[in-house]
């Protein structure tokens, strides 16, 4: 008996079986007959064809560089197939706006250095301006549009950081002060219920009114432009409902929605840094790198943060792809963070596992309601054409009180 060393790569099983699940071949007849066909080897084996790979596919940063260049031909795809003009982003300041407006400017940089400018203008020639436009940065200034929508809640350090990525990125910027927008439709409520709204009493809705003031002003810019909204939503957020629907999940497509928080972050420091093969580095990334991600919703003393009215986004990160990816238990997910996360007490980490599985049963409805998102792994939350689930659940009751009784018993 000859014993030989067989390696399994587990993660691309689990998604070449997820992705051939409804698509099983017919290979009978409807009278149950099997289709036969006749087939013989060819006299002489085929010579074999070069395989030689791009620089960047033995890069050290593989997964930065093929995450760059997935969405940047997706989002090429996507233009030229709805005969978009372009792009419009609405740009906050912060990691999940600014990835997306960055990968709009690569996807110019990376077809340019692929096909060539020729190529590119004879792609995208239905777009006004572009066989005018002699180099990839006029491109981008011709197909991308960023607009800062500033509340009293923004602060000087975001508004710098988007104007700063918008104008090193070549698109063209726009300031819109959306404050006074934000007051009238708080007035407007307060005088129709006849009370005060207050941060103490109402902090939701003063929350997302900020978020809700501003689609009607980014919807109009891309509608003038005849161009494509890009929504700016990750997948953790996805995941929890951190997101404001009608706010910030407004677009046509949602680029990054399909891809995690930390992962991102990751990539902004890689650009900072490194960038893709070929192509420069944006040093100008450190000031949106080196903030603490923040919506900016509530008022500054407030010190907001994501990770404050969430939690840690690589454990949320975790418990996500054990729990809706493998499909763990939560008593099984909170004793695999235990493992990995033992900075944390244990009852800090089941209290952070309870919330997410009951934010992810109560926030099902907006991920119906996102925009398409790019599959990128085998972790995507798009219910229309990947993870399927009910939008009104027993929301895990039985498994949450399992595992409250199991850490009460530590």
Known sequence: VVLTETQIDVDKT???????????????????TRIESSFTFPAEAPEPQSSALPDWTRSDHLKEEEFTRAVSLGLFDYLRKSYS?????????????????????????????DIGLEGVQEKLGYIDGIEAADSAEAIVDELLTCAYQ????????????????????????????V???????????????????????DDIPLQNIQARARAPS???????????????????????????MDGDTCGGVSPIA???????????????????????????????TAQQPTAELRPQEADQTDEGDLMPY?????????????????????????????????QQLADWVEDFFQLWTRNQWKRERYAP????DDENLDPKTWCRFPILSGGFEEELRELREYVEDL
């Open 218 to 244: 980014i919807w109009m810019l891309a509608n003038i432009e005849n161009a494509l909204l890009l929504a700016t939503s990750n997948r953790s957020e996805a995941a929890v409902g951190y997101t404001t």
């Open 85 to 113: 003009q372009g792009f419009v982003v609405s740009l906050s300041g912060g990691a999940d706006s600014t990835a997306t407006a960055c990968l709009c400017a690569l996807m110019v940089r990376l077809a340019v250095h």
């Open 179 to 201: 404050d006074a927008v934000v007051q009238n439709y708080t007035e407007l409520i307060e005088d129709a219920i006849g009370r005060e709204l207050t941060w103490e009493t």
């Open 14 to 32: 689990r998604m070449q079986r997820a992705s051939l699940a409804s698509h099983q071949p017919e290979l009978s007849t409807s009278d149950g």
């Open 373 to 376: 998102s790019f599959h990128l």
């Open 314 to 346: 690589p454990l949320l990160d975790a418990i996500e792809k054990a729990a809706i990816r493998d499909r763990y238990s939560p008593l099984e997910v909170y004793q695999l963070v235990r493992e990995k996360f033992d900075q944390y007490s244990d």
């Open 258 to 288: 399909g891809i995690d928080k930390a992962f991102l972050r990751r990539w902004l420091i890689w650009m900072r840094d490194h960038g893709p093969e070929k192509l420069e580095a944006w040093p100008m990334l450190e000031a949106v």
């Open 150 to 177: 500033a509340t009293r809640n923004s602060s000087g350090r975001t508004r710098s950081a988007a104007e700063t990525v918008a104008t090193s990125i070549g698109a063209e910027y726009l300031e819109l002060d």
